[in-house]
């Protein structure tokens, strides 16, 4: 990888748009796939394979569903197109969550919260902090991020972004892993579609 295709990764770009060429090359691959399946399916159903048939009726209902859902995701990848922007409409309220741990590092927050005060769009952040570390509230404070003491909550990242939610009141919620690192302009790109 060059190192232009390397500064790339960190600048937002849309998707592209598929070509017939890339439709024909999917249509293929699903009819192979088809063609594979029945063909297996063939091999499948003779009588010499049915020992038992109660076994034999469990084991073919499992395997066939799975098959059907592979079939069903084949199709549905036919209809992906990229979405039209719908524009985020002003005055949501809207808060980020991230969530640390003992034992993660510092730097890491640092990353991702810096990440979050360069958002766009009109929104708070909140770090819900478990560590016990004074460090950890210097940098939400750094990052004008709200610094919330979550600790001994139950049930790890789910306990404390429930008594986050019992403790702020905004209408949206974006949950983040401290090792994300969203783009400037994600909240302008998604909101538009709730």
């Given at each position: 990888?060059?190192?232009?295709?390397?500064?790339?990764?960190?600048?937002?770009?849309?998707?592209?748009?598929?070509?017939?060429?890339?439709?024909?090359?999917?249509?293929?691959?699903?009819?192979?796939?088809?063609?594979?399946?029945?063909?297996?399916?063939?091999w499948w159903f003779r009588a010499e394979?049915?020992?038992?048939?109660?076994?034999?009726?469990?084991?073919?209902?499992?395997?066939?569903?799975?098959?059907?859902?592979?079939?069903?995701?084949?199709?549905?990848?036919?209809?992906?197109?990229?979405?039209?922007?719908?524009?985020?409409?002003?005055?949501?309220?809207?808060?980020?969550?991230?969530?640390?741990?003992?034992?993660?590092?510092?730097?890491?927050?640092?990353?991702?919260?810096?990440?979050?005060?360069?958002?766009?769009?009109?929104?708070?952040?909140?770090?819900?902090?478990?560590?016990?570390?004074?460090?950890?509230?210097?940098?939400?404070?750094?990052?004008?991020?709200?610094?919330l003491g979550l600790v001994g909550i139950?049930?790890?990242?789910?306990?404390?972004?429930?008594?986050?939610?019992?403790?702020?009141?905004?209408?949206?919620?974006?949950?983040?892993?401290?090792?994300?690192?969203?783009?400037?302009?994600?909240?302008?790109?998604?909101?538009?579609?709730?």
């Amino acid at each position: 990888m060059n190192k232009t295709s390397q500064d790339n990764l960190w600048s937002f770009r849309r998707a592209k748009k598929d070509s017939r060429i890339q439709k024909f090359f999917l249509i293929c691959l699903i009819m192979a796939g088809s063609i594979s399946i029945f063909r297996f399916a063939d091999w499948w159903f003779r009588a010499e394979h049915v020992g038992n048939i109660f076994l034999f009726f469990l084991l073919s209902l499992i395997l066939w569903y799975g098959m059907l859902r592979l079939i069903i995701i084949w199709i549905n990848y036919l209809g992906i197109k990229r979405p039209v922007k719908t524009n985020a409409p002003a005055g949501l309220n809207v808060a980020i969550f991230t969530t640390s741990s003992p034992g993660e590092p510092l730097s890491m927050f640092e990353k991702t919260l810096e990440a979050c005060s360069k958002i766009t769009y009109p929104h708070t952040t909140y770090l819900l902090d478990d560590t016990k570390d004074p460090r950890f509230r210097e940098v939400a404070e750094k990052y004008g991020a709200i610094w919330l003491g979550l600790v001994g909550i139950p049930g790890a990242k789910a306990g404390k972004i429930n008594a986050a939610l019992t403790k702020t009141s905004e209408d949206f919620i974006l949950v983040l892993d401290p090792d994300h690192i969203p783009f400037p302009n994600f909240l302008d790109e998604v909101l538009g579609f709730f």
